[in-house]
């Protein structure tokens, strides 16, 4: 079991460029959040996807814009990036709302 | 809202000595969970132990075991016979139960950085 995969691993980009982040869930987890982790703080829940669809959404702006495939995989994207979108990005996943959530090992995202 | 406190930005421990971990949250709901997540240089949060608020025993995770003060909102963890390999940052979070509308996400502090030194 390959655990949850994310893709990059580490990711440059400039100020007001977009970004798309990928996430492949744990074998069996069909549900999956994502989270922002600035430098040196806890993770922040940005939004999570079940069967498709954004069922919950934390105090994050329209630019953060998710999506989740019939094969549960997900991308998390971010339009028109700002210096303060710097950080580590996680995907957990789960299986519906029964388990806890398995982490990945995160995307470090830097915006210059 | 919920929140949680960790007071303890770092903590050290001699190896094979105990340490205890400091974590104190506010909800207004009656059931819920609490985790402690590690985080080591490697960035992947690792699920280190549970505690479900309706169980008064608290749960224990072979070195690792949970003091669960309902009634105080605290939820500490001890690492007893620590171990290099503890070094890591530690979380706290607590999750809503089954049903609600804030479903399954993690609420976290903002973490512990544990040092075991040699």
């Known amino acids: 079991d390959a655990g949850v995969t994310q893709s990059p691993t580490h990711l440059i980009k400039t100020r007001g460029q977009q970004v798309t982040l990928r996430c492949s869930p744990k074998?069996?987890?069909?549900?999956v959040s994502w989270y922002q982790q600035a430098l040196g703080q806890g993770p922040q829940f940005i939004f999570q996807y079940y069967e498709e669809e954004e069922r919950q959404r934390g105090n994050f702006p329209d630019r953060f814009s998710g999506h989740q495939f019939p094969n549960y995989s997900s991308e998390l994207n971010v339009n028109a990036l700002l210096l303060g979108d710097s950080a580590l990005y996680l995907c957990a996943s789960s299986a519906g709302e029964v388990t806890e959530a398995f982490f990945g090992q995160g995307t470090r995202l830097t915006v210059v | 809202a919920q929140t949680v406190t960790q007071s303890q930005p770092e903590m050290s421990v001699q190896e094979a000595e105990t340490v205890t971990l400091s974590c104190t949250y506010d909800?207004?709901?009656?059931?819920?969970?609490l985790f402690w997540y590690k985080q080591p240089p490697s960035r992947q949060m690792i699920l280190v132990i549970r505690?479900?608020?309706?169980?008064?025993q608290n749960a224990t995770e072979n070195r690792f075991s949970v003091n669960f003060q309902k009634a105080a909102k605290s939820f500490s963890l001890k690492i007893s016979d620590s171990q290099l390999g503890d070094a890591a940052m530690y979380f706290c979070a607590y999750r809503s139960p089954l049903g609600e509308t804030s479903g399954s996400r993690l609420t976290f502090g903002e973490g512990t950085q544990l040092t075991v030194n040699p």
């Open positions: 909800t207004s709901e009656s059931d819920y969970y």
């Open positions: 074998s069996g987890h069909d549900t």
């Open positions: 505690q479900e608020a309706y169980k008064q």
